[in-house]
Structure formats: structure tokens, C-alpha cells
């Protein structure tokens, strides 16, 4: 059986960076973005271009948009942004090894990242006295961790088209 073909990929567009990011974050404020089991769309798009893009999306932006998380969650300001924070150094620790293994091992290496970023927002809560949320919390981490295969589709599918589309040439 043949192996698929690889693909050259373009350099990142930094406003469809940028539209990622916004699109992830109008997802996670949707009314079902805090149930429980729903993929925190947010922490999947910081982590993936994190890992492919690090020099790109860096801590910054993850403070940055976690702070917007916690003001539109009236939730105490800082938890989700340090929790991004958190999310985004270990993605970027791990920007060399992730891309090298198949989808399955991705996701291997990137639910422990969601997991952890989950019990930093559950720490901080619980430090100020917020009661512990449950086991059911902890499966957005898991649902977080299905969407990697479609969000490494979809955020790389512009990178994978051919500048100059030429029949004779096979890359």
C-alpha cells in the first residue's frame, strides 16, 4: 500500500493565525461553550499553533485571550489566562517532537497539556474556596483531544496548497 503523499507546507498566514484564534474564541463564548464535554476550542487552537507556529502565538496571546475568557465567565481574573499560559509553555516545550508522530500520538502528547490546564483552573478555584467541580469537568480535556485530528486539518489546509499548481512536478 502506497504511503500519502507528504506535503510542503506554505508559511503561516498570520491573519489566518489571527482569525483562528477569534473564530475559537466566538466558539468557547457560545452558550454550550462551558457545559460539561464540550472541547474548549480556545485551548486547541492555542495549543496547535503553539506547536507548529511558536514564534507566532506565544504566551502573550494566550494571556491575552484567557483574560477576555475570564472577564466574559465573570469567573476570578487571571485563572483561564494563567491556565493558557501554562497551556502554551507546554505546547511550545514540545513544538519539535508533536509534529513527528501520527495523529494518534498527537493526541497522546497534547490530553495530558489539556488535562493539566484543567487543574490549574481547578486549583485556583477551589484555593479561594469554590467547591471541586466534579469528575464530569475533566471530560471537555478529553473532548479537546478528539478535535486535534480536525483542527490539524483545518489549520494546516491552507499551508497545503501549491503556490505555483503545476501538473509535471509532484510536490
Not at 60 to 86: C, I, N, P, Q, W
Not at 110 to 117: D, K, Q, T, W
Not at 119 to 134: D, Q
Given at each position: 500500500?502506497?504511503?500519502?503523499?507528504?506535503?510542503?507546507?506554505?508559511?503561516?498566514?498570520?491573519?489566518?493565525?489571527?482569525?483562528?484564534?477569534?473564530?475559537?474564541?466566538?466558539?468557547?463564548?457560545?452558550?454550550?461553550?462551558?457545559?460539561?464535554?464540550?472541547?474548549?476550542?480556545l485551548a486547541v487552537v492555542l495549543v496547535f499553533w503553539n506547536i507548529h507556529q511558536p514564534r507566532m502565538v506565544g504566551f502573550g496571546v494566550s494571556f491575552l485571550v484567557g483574560l477576555m475568557m475570564d472577564v466574559h465567565a465573570s469567573a476570578l481574573l487571571g485563572e483561564?489566562?494563567?491556565?493558557?499560559?501554562?497551556?502554551?509553555?507546554?505546547?511550545?516545550?514540545?513544538?519539535?517532537?508533536?509534529?513527528?508522530?501520527?495523529?494518534?500520538?498527537?493526541?497522546?502528547?497534547?490530553?495530558?497539556?489539556?488535562?493539566?490546564?484543567?487543574?490549574?483552573?481547578?486549583?485556583?478555584?477551589?484555593?479561594?474556596?469554590?467547591?471541586?467541580?466534579?469528575?464530569?469537568?475533566?471530560?471537555?480535556?478529553?473532548?479537546?483531544?478528539?478535535?486535534?485530528?480536525?483542527?490539524?486539518?483545518?489549520?494546516?489546509?491552507?499551508?497545503?496548497?501549491?503556490?505555483?499548481?503545476?501538473?509535471?512536478?509532484?510536490?
Amino acid at each position: 500500500m502506497p504511503m500519502p503523499a507528504e506535503y510542503l507546507l506554505l508559511p503561516a498566514n498570520r491573519a489566518f493565525i489571527a482569525l483562528s484564534i477569534l473564530v475559537a474564541l466566538v466558539l468557547d463564548i457560545m452558550p454550550w461553550g462551558r457545559s460539561f464535554g464540550v472541547p474548549d476550542f480556545l485551548a486547541v487552537v492555542l495549543v496547535f499553533w503553539n506547536i507548529h507556529q511558536p514564534r507566532m502565538v506565544g504566551f502573550g496571546v494566550s494571556f491575552l485571550v484567557g483574560l477576555m475568557m475570564d472577564v466574559h465567565a465573570s469567573a476570578l481574573l487571571g485563572e483561564r489566562a494563567l491556565a493558557y499560559t501554562l497551556l502554551s509553555y507546554g505546547a511550545s516545550t514540545m513544538h519539535r517532537r508533536v509534529p513527528w508522530f501520527k495523529l494518534g500520538g498527537q493526541m497522546l502528547h497534547v490530553l495530558p497539556l489539556f488535562l493539566a490546564a484543567q487543574l490549574v483552573v481547578v486549583a485556583v478555584r477551589m484555593s479561594v474556596g469554590g467547591p471541586f467541580p466534579g469528575l464530569g469537568y475533566f471530560l471537555q480535556s478529553l473532548s479537546s483531544t478528539l478535535l486535534w485530528p480536525l483542527a490539524d486539518v483545518l489549520l494546516l489546509l491552507p499551508q497545503r496548497r501549491a503556490v505555483n499548481r503545476d501538473e509535471n512536478r509532484p510536490i
